[in-house]
T-cell receptor, first 113, second 115 residues
């Protein structure tokens, strides 16, 4: 158990819908990262927050957004969902915002029908 | 930009065989290097890491040495077990100019160990 929790574990929804994925980092970690794992793209970095502020952005679609709250949990919002958004979404956390080891949650599997 | 290339899988070995999974990287500066493992139906677990040239990371019988001259971080284990069957990911931390530790992953290598 990494100490990072993600909910829900599975999510099934329809095209055009909006969903929210939630992540709670390990106790004491200030940085949260979101990654997408799909068969065609592999593991891709989406976005990073550090102590409530956005730190870095990857190949995140404009339909996707995220935020980190004062209690340091983070939410990833995916809207206008398309079939191609079906993937495993991982959250990871680390103590600081640079090259510290990242600890991954169990992931949320999103299926868009 | 920075990138990681892993040997293609799947890799199929018999129990107690020697394992090597090749990983090479392209990076500016001095990234940290990691191996993560993903067991079926689970998230990624850190296996080992190295933060500077010539460092050797090790854990659970697995080892990898940070080789700057060959830009490599190959994963090795002397005697694999059936329980080592999983997908292995090589990754580097891409600090860049924005002081981020975002990870860039290789495509993953599936290891299957047969009894």
């Amino acid at each position: 158990d990494s100490g990072v929790t993600q909910t829900p574990k599975h999510l099934i929804t329809a095209t055009g819908q909006r969903v929210t994925l939630r992540c709670s980092p390990r106790s004491g970690d200030l940085s949260v990262y979101w990654y997408q794992q799909s068969l065609d793209q592999g593991l891709q970095f989406l976005i990073q927050y550090y102590n409530g502020e956005e730190r870095a952005k990857g190949n995140i679609l404009e339909r996707f957004s995220a935020q980190q709250f004062p209690d340091l949990h983070s939410e990833l919002n995916l809207s206008s969902l398309e079939l191609g958004d079906s993937a495993l979404y991982f959250c990871a956390s680390s103590i600081s915002g640079d090259t510290d080891t990242q600890y991954f949650g169990p992931g949320t599997r999103l299926t868009v029908l | 930009g920075n990138s990681v290339t892993q040997m293609e899988g799947p890799v199929t070995l018999s129990e107690e065989a020697f394992l090597t999974i090749n990983c090479t990287y392209t990076a500016t500066g001095y990234p940290s290097l990691f191996w993560y493992v993903q067991y079926p139906g689970e998230g990624l677990q850190l296996l080992l890491k190295a933060t500077k040239a010539d460092d050797k990371g090790s854990n659970k019988g697995f080892e990898a040495t940070y080789r700057k001259e060959t830009t490599s971080f190959h994963l090795e284990k002397g005697s694999v077990q059936v329980s080592d069957s999983a997908v292995y990911f090589c990754a580097l931390s891409d600090k860049g100019s924005s002081n981020t530790g975002k990870l860039i992953f290789g495509q993953g290598t599936t290891l299957q160990v047969k009894p």
